[in-house]
């Protein structure tokens, strides 16, 4: 069994700040990548941000605000979320694609969502 369980959500007002973090614990061999992904009502699940080593990627939309990061030791990742806009109003997924033995692929796992509601 494999859980990822996120926390740090909430309501901030426009230029607020909030910081995510999503933990994965279970049967884990390692874990090639995690990332965070949203979905506002009625539009499509979107990639926000990922981590894979050190390399990081964003969506346009928030580079340069939001800040990606790792801890290994704890099979932990967080997000920075700064100067806050309405359009980020969604809710938040943690991914981690984890491989459970040595020899199984990795898999996608998914927690169970935060929302981040930011008014103007």
């Known amino acids: 069994q494999v859980q990822l369980v996120e926390s740090g959500g909430g309501l901030v007002q426009a230029g607020g700040s909030l910081r995510l973090s999503c933990a994965a614990s279970?049967?884990?061999?390692?874990?090639?990548?995690m990332g965070w992904y949203r979905q506002a009502p009625g539009k499509e699940r979107e990639l926000v941000a990922a981590?894979?080593?050190?390399?990081?990627k964003y969506a346009d939309s928030v580079k340069g605000r939001f800040t990606i990061s790792r801890v290994y030791a704890k099979s932990t990742v967080y997000l920075q979320m700064n100067s806050l806009k309405p359009e980020d109003t969604a809710v938040y997924y943690c991914?981690?694609?984890?491989?459970?033995?040595?020899?199984?692929?990795?898999?996608?796992?998914w927690g169970q969502g935060t929302q981040v509601t930011v008014s103007s």
């Open positions: 279970g049967s884990i061999f390692s874990i090639n990548a």
């Open positions: 981590i894979t080593g050190d390399n990081t």
């Open positions: 991914n981690a694609n984890i491989r459970r033995t040595p020899t199984s692929s990795g898999y996608d796992y």
